[in-house]
């Protein structure tokens, strides 16, 4: 069931000035395209424009526009920050009252807060504690030593290994598995022998990881997910990676064994890090890019080889004249051949 605000709540939420009626009601907030009189929408920059002919019943902008009549109008400071907000009032979440569902298997050994909810089919076997607040859906296999922190969230189907740690306020969407064996073989008798991954997993507060993504344990101490780091679905983490806090890491991403990732790093869709190296606070990876190396704080690294986006972009502009140049080069060689022969 959709949630209703008014214009002058929604503004007070919001910390907005107001322009129109205060008592106008608004069920939701969506895009330019999809909003009607019943909905908020958003704008800044060059898209405030496409405002005045929207169907919109309420607009939230920068500032106060004289190009829109007829709609209620909410003034910010920061649009994106406001839209947040406004997307958390109109969100409709089910809720879960504490308990364990009839259907869970919970071991004796087990802390569970009286404040937690346990869904239906959960499996949670050995020394497992879970604190209040937190919420694991159905589905999820717990095997202990294993702590699961206050306010966090393990959505379906999440598998977490023993010797794994998250902190507070996380969520851990569907499908996720946290502290298998990592990738680490040698070779005995002609054969690649699993190498025994005795660590484990710590993720600190506020991280959030997407649906079917890995997180491996480590051989020996932890596999580090820093505070409020956010990965998205579809990506590894190898065994021993150390990553710092605030990172973003994007989509069908994956970083090698025992690298270490500093603060605020970046990871666009489908690039990664190998193993064993060290990248410094706030470095970029650019898309279907990959960090070979060592890379200093704040670079910008783009390319199959990893090097500097500036770089990286002149070598591509140099590419497209290839063609020319080569052209240019058989006409060079051709007439030094010509004076060659009339001398």
């Known amino acids: 069931m959709s949630?209703?605000?008014?214009?002058?709540?929604?503004?007070?939420?919001?910390?907005?000035?107001?322009?129109?009626?205060?008592?106008?009601?608004?069920?939701?907030?969506?895009?330019?395209?999809l909003a009607d009189e019943s909905k908020l929408t958003f704008a800044e920059g060059k898209h405030l424009k496409r405002l005045a002919d929207c169907s919109a019943g309420g607009v939230i902008v920068p500032e106060m526009r004289k190009d829109i009549s007829g709609k209620v109008q909410l003034a910010v400071s920061d649009v994106n920050e406001a839209l947040i907000k406004a997307l958390e009032m109109f969100a409709v979440e089910p809720s879960f009252e504490p308990k364990i569902e009839p259907t869970a298997a919970v071991d004796q050994k087990a802390q569970i807060s009286p404040e937690a909810y346990i869904g239906d089919f959960v499996l949670v076997r050995g020394d497992v504690k879970i604190s209040a607040g937190a919420v694991v859906k159905s589905g999820v296999k717990i095997q202990g030593p294993c702590e699961i922190g206050e306010n966090t969230v393990i959505d379906s189907n999440c598998v977490l290994y023993p010797r794994t740690r998250i902190g507070r306020n996380c969520l851990i969407q569907a499908g996720t598995v946290i502290g298998s064996a990592g990738f680490g073989y040698r070779p005995v008798n002609q054969m690649p022998?699993?190498?025994?991954?005795n660590g484990g997993v710590l993720i600190e507060d506020f991280v959030d990881i997407g649906a079917n993504s890995c997180v491996d344990r480590?051989?020996?101490?932890?596999?580090?997910?820093?505070?409020?780091?956010?990965i998205d679905n579809l990506c590894q983490i190898a065994h021993n990676v150390k990553i710092g806090r605030c990172c973003l890491m994007a989509g069908q991403s994956g970083i090698g064994g025992s690298s270490v990732i500093g603060d605020g790093c970046i990871f666009a869709g489908n690039s990664g890090a190998i193993d064993n190296i060290s990248l410094g606070d706030r470095v970029t990876i650019c898309a279907t890019s990959t960090a070979i190396k060592n890379i200093e704080s704040g670079k910008i690294i783009a390319g199959n080889n990893g090097i500097d986006r500036a770089k990286?972009?002149?070598?591509?502009?140099?590419?497209?004249?290839?063609?020319?140049?080569?052209?240019?080069?058989?006409?060079?060689?051709?007439?030094?051949?010509?004076?060659?022969?009339?001398d």
């Open 3 to 33: 949630r209703k605000f008014t214009a002058g709540r929604i503004a007070e939420a919001l910390g907005a000035k107001l322009s129109g009626s205060p008592q106008k009601e608004f069920a939701g907030i969506t895009s330019i395209d």
């Open 193 to 197: 022998k699993l190498i025994p991954h």
């Open 218 to 230: 480590a051989k020996f101490g932890d596999t580090v997910i820093g505070a409020g780091t956010k």
């Open 312 to 342: 990286y972009l002149r070598s591509q502009v140099l590419v497209g004249k290839l063609p020319e140049i080569a052209q240019r080069l058989k006409a060079l060689e051709k007439r030094l051949n010509n004076e060659t022969e009339n």
